[in-house]
């Protein structure tokens, strides 16, 4: 079992739609990473969280660090938000080297 | 522009073959890594490397080396290439209570 799992796999919305990917992990983490990957694609670092909630424009992540849980909301969707969505976790073990340990992603369909 | 540059994008090579991926950072970052993506697009650690410590994925081959002339660059070599090794790698860097900046990526393609 993955010590980062992401649900769900595909997601499928209408333009307009609110968004929600779930991340829940297993391990002890410092940090808590959200990136946004693009066919053909570089990867981009969407929030790092370490508690509470962070918005960048119609992006919203929380995180309960009690219940290992993290969330990425998306208001409005818009076709261009269509994606792969990525947690990562950084485990307490990985210490100063600060290694990513990542789910396996949920791609974004957002239709027109 | 600040960012993770890495060369080349696309890499198609024959198995048996001793080939290298460039990596620099101008971000001022103390920490580098090399992470791989599969077939089915998951990643995973390769290395992390800062000036005073290489770590090394246990489940990496040793044909697969990092070197870092300075601070602000992290190579992978990989010797003897083998169809397995076909996948996109990714060269990333970060710093304390930063966030990460990924490069484009390679892919890597053996015949």
């Known amino acids: 079992k993955n010590e980062v799992e992401q649900s769900p796999q595909n997601l499928t919305a209408q333009e307009g739609e609110f968004i929600t990917i779930n991340c829940s992990y297993s391990v002890g983490i410092s940090a808590l990473h959200w990136l946004q990957q693009h066919p053909g694609g570089g990867i981009v670092s969407l929030f790092m969280l370490s508690s509470g909630k962070k918005k960048h424009g119609r992006l919203i992540a929380t995180i309960n660090i009690q219940e290992k849980h993290s969330s990425l909301h998306i208001t409005a969707s818009h076709p261009r938000d269509s994606a792969v969505y990525i947690c990562a976790v950084r485990p307490l073990s990985s210490g100063s080297a600060r290694q990513l340990t990542f789910g396996s992603g949920t791609q974004l369909t957002v239709l027109p | 522009d600040t960012a993770v540059s890495q060369t080349p994008k696309y890499l198609v090579t024959q198995m048996g073959n001793d080939k290298s991926i460039k990596c620099e950072q101008n971000?001022?970052?103390?920490?580098m890594y090399w992470y791989k993506q599969d077939s089915k697009k998951f990643l995973k650690i390769m290395f992390s490397?800062?000036?005073?410590?290489?770590?090394i994925n246990e489940t990496v081959p040793n044909r697969f080396s990092p070197k870092s002339p300075d601070k602000a660059h992290l190579n992978l070599h990989i010797n003897s290439l083998e169809l397995g090794d076909s996948a996109v790698y990714f060269c990333a860097s970060s710093q304390p209570r930063a966030g990460y900046t990924f490069g484009s990526g390679t892919r890597l393609t053996v015949v």
């Open positions: 971000l001022g970052h103390d920490t």
């Open positions: 490397y800062n000036n005073k410590e290489l770590i």
